[in-house]
């Protein structure tokens, strides 16, 4: 559940301390060696629909009648080490004022390798916990949507459900070795710890929030908890980014997390879920003023209860797409997004399937205030249909609407 008023004061006064001591003690450096990159997000909220999933219900956006208001929207540190001139350290500590496991948790860790170049190519590895390169709009510190608040249905599930906790390599080929100013790269991984991915999404449905997952934490229900091994199988993903002049950027990636359908663990309380997916996105910065973001997901989820349970399989297959326009002028920006979003039960054990269908509107007007502040409005509106909110005497179709007004502080500290 989202916290009482009462968490607001505490969880922004323990951030505030965290603050103060490292801006208290932190004496600029010329190396830089050791970053810290930091937001505060204090928003008034106003919800119309049913209780949001994250509240008990199945509802799909973060906040609802019985939580708005002023709230904690999310406040994060963002450290980076510079260990030395090959390797990096990089983490993200996250509170959000809700009544989860920990008050305060990472939503990343990890380790950056960068060889020394000696050609065309440069070459990176990551080692950790972290978000896969798919978002074209979580481009800011944090893996924060830098055009609106809520980010689409289709990033919004990749932050809750999914979190590479492995390695990744990437091989970027530099155009301008060659007189091209533009580059080339491709991208793979292997990890684990990702067999419940796909759960959410057939109990729920497609959402949209900026309240993604933490490494130790859980969404809603105590019960889902996403990052566990459970067929000791590796899963991978492989993907391609091409970006011509600074003005185009495309992405391409294939996921697929290779878990046993079968396999559950000792208890019985988590099945792995055979989960992938394709997706593919471009976005288009045609002048200093204009951007423009397309992307597209879809793909399939399966489990195997079996065994003693008597439990017929289980899949689904699911897309997701949105198209972003946003328009930059001085301090200024303005942004208008469609979303659409679709699951489909082919079998499976629910009573009700989990056909969810629905689309979405998004418009924010996001305006800097100087050098630390920024003032974010925002309107959402969400139409879907969902049968399973039938078993929680909810109606199965719903139209939700969510504004935020949200002023945020920002800063970046260096030793």
Same mark, same amino acid.
């Given at each position: 559940m989202n916290a009482p008023r009462s968490a607001l004061p505490t969880a922004c006064t323990t951030l505030l301390l965290i603050v103060s001591f490292v801006v208290g003690?932190?004496?600029?450096r010329a190396d830089d060696r050791f970053t810290v990159d930091g937001d505060v997000d204090v928003r008034w909220v106003h919800a119309s629909g049913d209780p949001s999933f994250l509240n008990g219900g199945l509802g799909i956006l973060r906040f609802d009648p019985d939580h708005e208001g002023l709230e904690l929207g999310r406040a994060f540190l963002a450290p980076n080490w510079r260990i030395n001139d090959l390797v990096t350290l990089h983490a993200v500590a996250d509170t959000y004022g809700d009544h989860n496991r920990n008050p305060v948790d990472l939503s990343? %860790?990890?380790?950056?390798?960068? #060889? %020394? #170049?000696? !050609?065309?190519?440069?070459?990176?590895?990551?080692? !950790?916990? %972290?978000?896969? #390169?798919?978002?074209?709009?979580?481009? !800011?510190? !944090?893996?924060? &949507?830098?055009?609106?608040?809520?980010?689409?249905?289709?990033?919004t599930w990749l932050g809750e459900e999914f979190r590479t906790i492995g390695a990744e390599v990437e091989g970027r080929w530099l155009g301008a070795s060659s007189g091209y100013l533009g580059d080339f790269a491709v991208i793979g991984a292997v990890y684990g710890w990702n067999d419940p991915a796909g759960r959410l999404l057939a109990e729920r449905g497609f959402a949209m929030t900026d309240r993604p997952s933490t490494l130790f934490g859980y969404l809603g229900s105590p019960q889902f908890g996403f990052y566990h091994e459970i067929d000791h199988k590796p899963g991978y993903y492989g993907g391609l980014t091409w970006r011509h002049h600074d003005r185009l950027e495309i992405r391409a990636l294939h996921y697929d997390n290779l878990a046993n359908p079968d396999a559950q663990t000792g208890s019985g309380q988590l099945f792995a879920w055979h989960t992938r997916f394709n997706s593919a996105g471009a976005r288009l910065e045609p002048d200093e003023h204009w951007t423009f973001i397309a992307q597209y997901l879809d793909g399939n989820t399966a489990v195997e209860p079996g065994g &003693?349970?008597?439990?017929?399989?289980?899949?689904?297959d699911y897309r997701a797409a949105f198209a972003l326009a946003s328009f930059e002028w001085g301090a200024d920006r303005v942004t208008a997004r469609y979303d659409t979003f679709r699951t489909h039960q082919l079998s499976g054990f629910y009573e009700a399937p989990s056909d969810n269908d629905g689309h979405a509107w998004t418009f924010a007007w996001t305006r800097d205030l100087g050098e630390h502040w920024q003032f974010v409005a925002e309107w959402l509106r969400v %139409?879907?249909?969902f049968p399973p909110r039938a078993e929680l005497e909810e109606p199965v179709f719903q139209i939700q609407t969510e504004i935020q007004l949200a002023v945020r502080y920002r800063f970046q500290l260096a030793w």
């Open positions: 003690s932190g004496i600029s990343e %860790f990890y380790f950056v390798v960068q #060889p %020394f #170049p000696t !050609g065309a190519v440069r070459w990176r590895a990551r080692v !950790g916990a %972290f978000y896969m #390169p798919v978002s074209l709009e979580n481009r !800011g510190s !944090g893996w924060t &949507d830098v055009y609106t608040i809520t980010p689409s249905a289709l990033n &003693d349970y008597g439990i017929a399989p289980y899949r689904l %139409f879907s249909s």
